[in-house]
């Protein structure tokens, strides 16, 4: 049975961990992250195999540049369950201001995940800046599955520790309005995850009107908590 998957504090800040693994207090070691090249093409008519796209029920549409540079088997994961129609229909179960928004369970408990064996770690440098998006774990560090986080602000904290595999390019108001809570009252939901590459049009919903976009200083600014 997999561990669950959930956000804890630590050091003030949450951290993507376990109650259920947090009495294991040693941890297997893993080799220091090697330097990678943070460049992030927001063209998505480039390499359209590389780009997912998350149609969100509040009609918004997200964009994430997948870089296998970064992390190869977690983009693969990402890209097979997104083919295999796992995402659609599941919620962002974990929404916390000023931090990130979390989904990929489809129990939208936290502590489910798919039926494929879990990753090995590929922790490596690229920052948990705004936009970014990094995959969920236990304090295993190799017990990554299918639940992944954007982040709203940066947070250093996760550096690191957590394997990020892609950015946001295009959206990041729609990932802005997702709804808070633990799990929120009326979750957002992901109406269909596909890859650029499919050609899929959005689900045949209303749209709301875009929210208004962040400030350059809300861009690059961590809160204060």
Same mark, same amino acid.
């Given at each position: 049975?997999?561990?669950p998957?959930l956000?804890?504090?630590v050091?003030?800040?949450?951290? #993507?961990?376990?109650p259920?693994?947090?009495?294991d207090?040693k941890?297997?070691?893993?080799p220091?992250?090697?330097?990678i090249?943070?460049t992030?093409d927001?063209?998505?008519t480039h390499?359209p %195999?590389?780009?997912l ?5 509040d =009609? =918004?549409r997200v964009a ?10 977690h983009v693969?994961?990402i890209?097979a369950?997104a083919?295999?129609g796992?995402?659609?229909g599941? #919620?962002?179960h ?6 990130m928004?979390?989904t990929g369970?489809?129990t939208?408990?936290?502590n489910g995940?798919?039926p494929l064996?879990d990753?090995?770690? %590929? ?8 936009g970014m998006?990094?995959?969920a774990r236990t304090?295993d ?8 986080? #954007?982040?709203?602000?940066?947070k250093?904290a996760?550096?690191?520790k957590?394997t990020?595999f ?5 959206g ?5 309005a ?5 799990p929120?009252?009326?979750p ?13 049009g959005?689900p045949? #919903?209303t ?7 962040p400030s350059?200083?809300?861009l690059n600014?961590?809160?204060s908590n």
């Amino acid at each position: 049975m997999r561990l669950p998957v959930l956000a804890a504090a630590v050091l003030g800040l949450a951290l #993507i961990v376990s109650p259920a693994s947090a009495k294991d207090k040693k941890q297997p070691l893993t080799p220091p992250p090697v330097a990678i090249d943070m460049t992030i093409d927001q063209d998505l008519t480039h390499d359209p %195999e590389n780009v997912l796209l998350l149609d969100l029920s509040d =009609g =918004g549409r997200v964009a994430i540049r997948l870089k296998p540079q970064w992390a190869p088997e977690h983009v693969a994961r990402i890209k097979a369950l997104a083919g295999q129609g796992f995402y659609n229909g599941i #919620i962002f179960h974990r929404v916390i201001d000023g931090f990130m928004a979390q989904t990929g369970d489809p129990t939208g408990t936290g502590n489910g995940g798919s039926p494929l064996p879990d990753l090995k770690a %590929e922790f490596n440098n690229a920052p948990h800046l705004r936009g970014m998006v990094s995959m969920a774990r236990t304090n295993d560090p190799d017990s990554a599955n299918s639940q992944f986080f #954007i982040m709203f602000y940066p947070k250093v904290a996760l550096d690191h520790k957590y394997t990020v595999f892609g950015r946001v390019i295009a959206g990041m108001e729609w990932v802005d309005a997702i709804q808070r809570g633990e799990p929120p009252a009326n979750p957002t939901r992901i109406l269909q995850a596909s890859l650029a590459s499919d050609n899929k049009g959005p689900p045949a #919903i209303t749209a709301a009107a875009p929210p208004a976009a962040p400030s350059v200083t809300e861009l690059n600014t961590s809160p204060s908590n």
